[in-house]
């Protein structure tokens, strides 16, 4: 279980997260969500290590990751929102990479690596460079790499950007089987439609803080709305974003 105890972090002195506490539990795919500066993509960095918290800790399976960061970095598979690749390296040079970092035996991350280029339908292009793929194979490689060691904690931002619909029913059908493996996964999103259908869970983040945290269906019932984007406007959007869409419209057609 991954489990937030009142995280907060500023920068300049200006609150980018503020007091979050939640749980993510084995074999649930839970859906991290927000508008633009949220502070989503801020507890993502804070979980993996690239950011300090300035206050609050995370813990998995209870205990605290800051006292072992190197044996949490162990059970962590992570798709950042923007990728950072090699792009001098071919995809198989770079999943290569990602196994001897990892300290994967040759003899198991060789074969694990040629049998999901080809699911990922990557086999062919795996001696391009990196900086000839498109976008949506970049994301692949991420995926990939994220997933190399077998995670027991998946941490993904924005992992459908790029990917085309096939990929992405294809992901959508991965993270189901993995949370019916007993992994943990936080998913975050602009996809809300994609993690209505994913995700059996949901925590809002609004300006730093934790607005919402529950189950889709019980949020549907509580707020007496009929889905998740309707629950998202709610909570999260302050504008009303029909009348935006009449003034940018009237200021276009007159």
Do not use: W
């Not at 605290?64 to 190197?70: D, F, G, L, R, T």
């Not at 040629?114 to 000839?132: G, I, K």
């Amino acid at each position: 279980m991954l489990s937030l105890r009142n995280l907060s972090k500023s920068f300049l002195q200006i609150p980018a997260v503020q007091n979050v506490s939640f749980s993510a539990l084995p074999g649930q795919i839970t859906g991290y969500l927000g508008p633009n500066g949220s502070g989503k993509s801020t507890t993502m960095k804070i979980i993996t290590g690239l950011l300090q918290p300035s206050s609050g800790e995370v813990l998995f399976n209870g205990e605290p990751v800051a006292k072992n960061p190197i044996r949490f970095q162990q059970r962590l598979g992570y798709v950042p929102e923007e990728p950072h690749l090699y792009s001098h390296l071919t995809g198989l040079e770079y999943l290569t990479m990602v196994a001897e970092l990892r300290d994967l035996p040759t003899s198991q991350s060789r074969p694990r690596i040629d049998t999901l280029l080809q699911l990922f339908s990557l086999h062919p292009d795996r001696h391009v460079p990196l900086s000839a793929y498109s976008k949506g194979m970049r994301q692949k490689i991420l995926l990939i790499a994220a997933l190399l060691h077998n995670p027991d904690l998946l941490l993904l931002d924005e992992p459908f950007s790029g990917l085309d619909v096939a990929t992405g029913l294809a992901l959508r059908s991965l993270l189901e089987e993995f949370a019916r493996r007993g992994k943990v996964i936080l998913f975050s999103s602009h996809e809300l439609e994609t993690v209505e259908r994913v995700c059996s869970r949901v925590i809002i983040l609004h300006k730093g803080r934790v607005v919402a945290d529950d189950s889709i269906s019980r949020l549907r019932e509580l707020m007496a709305l009929p889905n998740l984007e309707a629950i998202f406007s709610q909570l999260a959007v302050e504008q009303d974003t029909a009348a935006l869409s009449r003034q940018i419209a009237d200021a276009i057609i007159r």
